[in-house]
């Protein structure tokens, strides 16, 4: 949605930096960048830019900058806490400008001297993935959103995923960062030292930090060599108990865990629906682990003594691997596509972390809780069992009912979890930090964000209160 006029002076300041071509007023063509992948959060534009390299990321900046108009830097849009498009409440600033980042695409050839690579921040964690393998190396990041996510949206975020068990987050991926500070000035630390102690970590700063500090223009990425093909087993499992015992017990020793995923019977019910792909177990359970392990494809990373009695189906090969990681990788869609069909509406989407040893009692205060809760059409609850990471899916209440996003977030803070694993702050979560941060903290990052943003004008509304 466009809103407001892009004042004349600032206007000739961004078709001059950018090409008039890649400045987007036109409200049908504001519009898709405006609203967010959930289809929850939206809000009002002057403007999209579309930059396509560093030197034109700083013009924009800096004219936004010097207009006191607010900037959101934006990638793939695929960021599920509304903080990749503007705020309903647009606070004393008005519309701001979206910054596109899709055109800077630079992507450097592998330094196989060092195991890394440079991207640009518009490229897409699946292109990245792809140009590593090509070179014989593997990037340690992976989601379900892969062919939209960018680099940068993946860095803004810290992103998680799907293989963080075996290599961490993304923040253990990034090996020096450029951006552009919201003074348009630009910040260049791309050598990928592995020893640098010279000072504050900028690139540990920017990583997380949601768009509020900068625009992030290019990544330097730490890469892995790849593992022997995999072996999948999605066993059904009676409790959370029981299959963070099956997660420990059923991989034989020595042997890599990829990933450990777990979904609930709702889940399985609705991504089978969505696929057409017919039920994979013998039987229905209340949840369906799935185990991925680097044992060369042969299925002997699996412990027979322990999953021989079990109801559970192996994939060896790319295709059946494929199959079984569609239950899961679809979960996120089914519960949208359900909201849509049931109210017309977006399904609720939490993403939060708990100590392992809380994840069966906390899950079952979640479902109390929602069995309680009026309007209820579907719970489900999925996520990297191994990282105590579930994400939450509720369909039937209204999309602006926070209520019931209330009673999930203060289940997991009583529990001593994050109400934020991997998805970030963003608008949907900034006047809920106080739950999984200290007075002291927030009073740390707002000082943070003062000294390098004093206008406030780098995604206002996101991540700090
Ligand atoms: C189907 C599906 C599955 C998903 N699975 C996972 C998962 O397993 N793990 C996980 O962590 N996330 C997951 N996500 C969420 C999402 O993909 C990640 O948050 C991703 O990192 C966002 O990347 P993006 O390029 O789309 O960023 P956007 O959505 O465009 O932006 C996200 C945030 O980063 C900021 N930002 C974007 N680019 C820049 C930049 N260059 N400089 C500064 N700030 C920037 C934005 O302002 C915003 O605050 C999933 C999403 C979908 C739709």
Redesign the pocket.
């Known amino acids: 949605m466009s809103g407001g006029t892009l004042p004349e002076p600032l206007r000739a300041a961004l078709a001059d930096a950018v090409g008039p071509e890649h400045l987007l007023t036109d409200p049908a063509l504001v519009a898709p960048y405006a609203q967010d ?1 959930t289809r929850r959060w939206q809000g009002s534009a002057l403007a999209v830019v579309r930059p396509a390299n560093t030197p034109e990321v700083a013009a924009v900046v800096a004219a936004c900058a010097q207009a006191r108009v607010a900037v ?9 806490v509304g ?2 498009v503007p705020g309903a409440d647009l606070g004393p600033l008005g519309p701001p400008v979206i910054l596109s ?1 899709r055109r800077l695409t630079r992507l450097d050839p592998v330094d196989t001297a060092s195991g890394q690579l440079t991207a640009g ?1 518009g490229v897409t964690l699946g292109d990245v993935q792809r140009h590593a393998a090509a070179a014989g190396w593997e990037y340690g990041v992976d ?3 892969r062919d ?3 680099i ?3 860095v ?2 810290n ?4 293989r963080v068990i075996a290599h961490g987050m993304t923040r253990m991926q990034v090996a020096g960062i450029e951006a552009v500070l919201p003074d348009g000035s630009v910040v260049e630390h791309l050598a990928g030292l592995a020893k640098d102690n010279t000072g504050y970590d900028i690139a540990g700063l920017l990583t997380g930090s ?2 509020t500090l ?3 223009t290019a990544v330097r990425l730490r890469l892995h060599r790849p593992h022997p093909p995999s072996s999948v087993a999605v066993v059904g499992a009676a409790s959370y108990d029981d299959a963070l015992d099956l997660m420990q017990s059923a991989v034989q020793p020595g042997v890599t865990l990829l990933a450990a995923e777990v979904i609930d019977e709702t889940g399985m019910r609705l991504a089978s629906a969505v696929s057409g792909l017919p039920w994979p177990l013998e039987r229905e359970h209340p949840l369906v682990l799935l185990l991925e392990v680097a044992d060369g494809g042969q299925g002997d990373g699996f412990d027979p003594d322990i999953l021989g009695d079990r109801d559970v189906v192996l994939g060896l090969d790319a295709i059946e691997r494929a199959r079984l990681w569609s239950f899961r990788e679809l979960q ?2 089914a519960f949208s596509s359900l909201a849509t069909r049931e109210c017309g509406g977006a399904a609720h989407k939490l993403d939060v972390s708990v100590p392992l040893t809380s994840l069966a009692r906390c899950a079952d205060e979640l479902r109390r809780r929602m069995e309680s809760y009026p309007g209820v059409v579907a719970f489900g609850v999925f996520g990297h069992l191994g990282d105590g990471n579930i994400h939450v899916e509720i369909v039937g209440p209204d999309s602006d009912d926070e209520q019931v996003d209330l009673l999930v977030l203060e289940a997991v803070a009583a529990e001593g979890g994050s109400i934020s694993a ?3 702050i ?1 608008r949907a979560k900034a006047h809920l930090l106080a739950l999984s941060r200290s007075p002291e903290e927030i009073a740390a990052m707002r000082a943070i964000k003062d000294a390098w943003d004093p206008h406030g004008l780098m ?1 206002p509304g ?1 991540l700090i209160p």
């Open positions: 992948w959101v830097p934006q990638g793939g849009n695929t960021g599920l903080g990749s980042t921040a989601l379900a959103a939209s996510a960018t940068g949206g993946t803004a975020t992103a998680g995923g799907i949601e768009g900068g625009v992030i996120s869609e991997e998805h970030g963003g995604n996101a």
